[in-house]
């Protein structure tokens, strides 16, 4: 296998280089570092610093590089600027891949595996949330997920030879077990990385968003996936990918944890009070989100390592402790 991982030099991009290594494939990082990390890539691994919307330049990546099969992380992710900035979300996410795209199709490369969302969901009438469950996204981003989620589909109906997953992602979260790659975003958005900061006295407090959702406890409930997990299944859906075929499939633990419930685990976690205080809901966030990932469980026997809350939080603490300022770079 050899494997262009775009946004590898981001969060979960860079765990999955090092799941794909440890699977024996040639890997090579292409990620224009406004989020990433040179530090997250290993030195001995091929890298370049080029937008996805470098169509030519792509080319000839995959080309040099003898590129078979692409992971596709490279995006914009983050929900609320997506609905202040939503061209160049479109942009970025929807015309970078096209672009990419354009690139693998010059080259013959026909396989890819696409980070998607459960965003591509909405506010879910029915859970816990199947694949088959309608796609009614609430905001530019799940829209940027879900057009490209069309667009693959198209190309594998079009062309025999063209392969693709796309695995829609619940809250990832966790860190490598050796505390060595970790979760370094700018800003930061999300709740155990934020927790964990206010926990390492970077933040004074945490601000929960609601407490008066139809929940038991009032706040919202989210699937917590743990990135090792979710990278084995890529290198999983990579290696049984078939030509002409195009799936969908979630990836998640399929139980959820209220945001009181994930404070009161960083809490038992770091032994740090981590004060929090409430704050108005935010808007678009549904109340509870957990997936169904028995899809993936059955057709291609993926089992989450992770399970409980609790160890996720472990190896993501891991990290931010021994890497208080991030990655130097
Ligand atoms: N983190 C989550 O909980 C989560 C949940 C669902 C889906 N996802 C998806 O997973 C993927 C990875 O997320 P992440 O949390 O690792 O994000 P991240 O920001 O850490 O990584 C994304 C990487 O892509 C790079 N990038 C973005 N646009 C690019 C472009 N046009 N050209 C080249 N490089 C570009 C960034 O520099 C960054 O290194 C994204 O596609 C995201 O939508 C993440």
């Given at each position: 296998m050899n494997v262009l991982v775009t946004g590898g030099a981001g969060y979960i991009g860079s765990h999955a280089v090092r799941h794909l290594r440890a699977a024996g494939a040639h890997v090579v990082v292409a990620d224009n570092l406004k989020q990433g990390h040179?530090?997250?890539?290993?030195?001995d691994v091929p890298f370049y610093q080029v937008d996805l919307r470098q169509t030519e330049t792509l080319r000839e990546i995959l080309a040099s590089q003898r590129i078979d099969s692409v992971m596709h992380f490279a995006a914009l992710a983050c929900v609320p600027e997506s609905v202040t900035e939503p061209l160049r979300y479109y942009s970025n996410n929807v015309g970078g891949t096209l672009c990419l795209l354009e690139a693998m199709r010059a080259t013959g490369v026909c396989k890819m595996v696409f980070s998607s969302t459960c965003a591509v969901i909405g506010v879910p009438s029915v859970l816990p949330i199947v694949e088959t469950s309608p796609r009614e996204p609430i905001n530019p981003y799940g829209w940027t997920k879900l057009v490209i989620e069309q667009v693959l589909r198209d190309w594998s109906t079009a062309d025999p030879e063209f392969g693709s997953v796309a695995l829609r992602y619940f809250n990832v979260a966790g860190c490598a077990a050796d505390g060595s790659l970790g979760e370094d975003h700018d800003p930061e958005t999300h709740l155990i990385p934020i927790l964990l900061q206010v926990a390492l006295g970077q933040r004074s407090h945490v601000t929960l968003f609601g407490n008066d959702y139809p929940t038991p406890d009032g706040t919202c409930i989210r699937d917590y996936v743990h990135v090792d997990d979710l990278c084995e299944a890529h290198v999983r859906v990579l290696k049984a990918m078939q030509p002409g075929k195009s799936a969908v499939y979630n990836v998640g633990i399929g139980r959820g944890y209220s945001v009181q419930e994930v404070l009161e685990a960083a809490r038992q976690v770091t032994g740090h009070l981590i004060p929090a205080q409430f704050g108005p809901r935010r808007p678009g966030d549904p109340p509870v989100l957990f997936a169904d990932a028995r899809q993936l469980m059955t057709e291609l026997s993926w089992k989450p390592k992770?399970?409980?809350i609790r160890p996720i939080i472990e190896t993501a603490w891991r990290w931010f402790r021994s890497h208080p300022a991030g990655y130097v770079d």
């Open positions: 040179r530090a997250a890539v290993p030195p992770f399970t409980d």
